[in-house]
């Protein structure tokens, strides 16, 4: 997805939350607008905002000498989380679905979204997300939940890559990746993560701190932006991803970096922000599953 200038403004508002996260002075918040605005003119709005979000990042981790910023809120998040693991899997055990139920889990997930919401209040986030299902999800609307073609390409898969989003909502991912194995013991799951800290990203220790490596291989996507911009992939990577069977993409970054896919790709996330709502054909706050269907590479 390219990049739209109501984008613009959130980058700033980004760039100013991450720095008084980071604990910066009034003149480094200040310093680190001015490099932004300096930054901004240089890249075109054909890249994807992830693409830009690096950047930010980058001249985040420069000015404030703080290489993970989001740290702290990265343990709260799986804290928090893994201490409902317990409460979901009893909501997807009790279900007559218990696919569709994981499945709307793992999307419930995604309001762990700082990067989304230039705030997080996780105790706020997770109240809401155990109260998901009031969420009038459009079932019937194949275009934004096509749950039954997931269902499909999931029985005839036999590789599965998973690409993560945020830390928190992995202990979601693990849900969902638990019950796929319920289902077939055989699949073979990857799940990628950041390589390098930006915003909230879960990284490999986000990864195992909440259980992910008990059903599925972890691997580093190679990449330091929100989102999974294959120009900036490692080549391990890049052949899993051309290769396997089904990709599962979580997350608004992951959609905005490969919402052009030349692979089939299901994604999961919700429309958080009004253009990415544009852009699906949705309203703001729908809860999305929507699948790119492209011919798989060879």
């Known amino acids: 997805m390219k990049t ?9 508002k980004q760039a100013l ?13 200040k310093i680190i607008l001015d490099e932004v605005a300096r930054q901004i003119p240089k890249i075109s709005l054909n890249a994807s905002p992830p693409q830009i979000a690096r950047v930010i990042n980058r001249i985040l981790q420069k000015i404030t000498k703080n290489n993970d910023i ?6 709260d ?7 409902i693991y317990d409460h979901l899997k009893r909501k997807v055990l009790h279900s007559s679905d218990r696919l569709l139920i994981a499945v709307e889990l ?15 209040n996780v105790d706020d986030e997770l109240a809401k997300i155990l109260n998901a299902e009031t969420k009038a999800i459009k079932k019937e609307n194949k275009t934004i939940f096509d749950y039954e073609k997931f269902k499909q390409v999931l029985k005839q898969s036999r590789t599965i890559l998973y690409l993560a989003d945020n830390a928190g909502e992995t202990v979601f991912d693990r849900i969902l990746i638990e019950e796929i194995k319920r289902i077939d013991e055989t699949k ?20 195992f ?11 580093s996507s190679g990449v330091d932006s929100p989102g999974t911009v294959l120009s900036l992939c490692s080549n391990k990577f ?44 949705c309203k703001l706050g729908d809860v999305i599953l929507k699948y790119h269907h492209i011919k798989k590479l060879k």
């Open 4 to 12: 739209y200038l109501d984008c613009i403004p959130c980058f700033f």
């Open 17 to 29: 939350e991450s720095g008084r996260i980071a604990g910066a002075s009034k003149r480094k918040q």
């Open 70 to 75: 989001y740290a702290q809120i990265k343990k």
């Open 77 to 83: 998040s799986n804290r928090l989380a893994l201490n």
């Open 106 to 120: 793992a999307i419930a997930g995604n309001i762990i979204d700082y990067g989304a919401k230039n705030s997080l």
């Open 188 to 207: 073979e799951i990857i799940y990628a993560v950041k390589e390098k800290p930006v915003i909230n990203d879960a990284l490999m220790e986000d990864a």
């Open 209 to 219: 701190a909440c259980g992910i490596e008990k059903n599925a291989q972890v691997i």
């Open 238 to 281: 890049l052949k899993i991803y051309r290769k396997t069977d089904m990709v599962i993409s979580k997350g608004q970054g992951n959609f905005e970096a490969l919402s052009q896919p030349k692979r089939p790709i299901f994604f999961l996330f919700i429309a958080k922000c009004p253009v990415i709502a544009k852009d699906v054909g």
